[in-house]
């Protein structure tokens, strides 16, 4: 079974471009999470997806980001017109039904913002 | 406002030396309290999820403590090796909804 799968590992974005972030959850769990990890920093949630609906993203920027995870394929993180704040690493999780479940994470992607 | 702090924020020590490592949370209503273990450059890897009602747990040479009254956790490591050096993290999760409140992390440094 393999674990939550993250790519790309690193990206490296100018400023002004989009990033897409992808993360394909364990088998048989319908919950994502992602995190943002600023360097020597805590992971802060920005937003919890079930399959084709989002279900709090309190913790997401209100402009330029963006999340969805489809019925089909993996969820994906966008970030349109990148900054240099943006740079981060980005750890997705995921869990089965019910939100006291062990999350599992990902390895995460290393976005750099040039 | 919901917090966890941890201390301390770094800690080197020799290898085969036992240390324990601080969560003192502010979060309310409490549910659980998780203990992470993320190697540099890697996701966090669950190490204990503890409940109201758990005073101890144990996961091999880590053993994980919890005083809701004080609401404070410890985490104790046993007899250090080299691949324990990683950062530690505590995080509490609040009964009111499902976010995870995220410590700052202990970073541990195990020395020859």
């Known amino acids: 079974n393999a674990g939550v799968m993250q790519n790309p590992r690193h990206l490296v974005r100018r400023r002004g471009q989009e990033a897409r972030l992808r993360c394909s959850p364990m088998?048989?769990?319908?919950?994502v999470y992602w995190y943002r990890q600023l360097p020597e920093e805590g992971l802060k949630f920005m937003v919890y997806?079930?399959?084709?609906?989002?279900?709090?993203e309190s913790g997401m920027p209100k402009e330029r980001f963006s999340a969805e995870f489809p019925k089909e394929g993996p969820s994906i993180l966008r970030i349109q017109q990148v900054v240099r704040g943006d740079s981060a690493a980005y750890f997705c999780?995921?869990?089965?039904?019910?939100?006291?479940?062990?999350?599992?994470f990902g390895p995460g992607t290393r976005l750099t913002v040039t | 406002k919901n917090q966890v702090e941890q201390s301390p924020q770094s800690l080197i020590i020799l290898e085969g030396k036992n240390c324990t490592l601080q969560?003192?949370?502010?979060?309310?209503?409490?549910?659980?309290l998780r203990w992470y273990k993320q190697d540099t450059g890697r996701g966090p890897v669950s190490l204990t999820i503890?409940?109201?009602s758990e005073n101890t747990k144990s996961n091999g040479r880590y053993t994980a403590t919890l005083d809701a009254d004080t609401k404070q956790s410890s985490l104790h490591i046993t007899a250090s090796q080299l691949s324990d050096s990683a950062s530690y993290i505590c995080v509490v999760s609040a009964s009111s909804n499902y976010q995870l409140i995220w410590g700052a992390g202990t970073k541990l440094i195990i020395k020859p």
């Open positions: 088998k048989g769990h319908s919950h």
């Open positions: 969560c003192n949370y502010t979060v309310s209503p409490f549910s659980n």
């Open positions: 503890m409940t109201f």
């Open positions: 997806l079930q399959k084709e609906n989002i279900i709090d």
């Open positions: 999780a995921s869990s089965p039904p019910g939100w006291s479940y062990e999350q599992y």
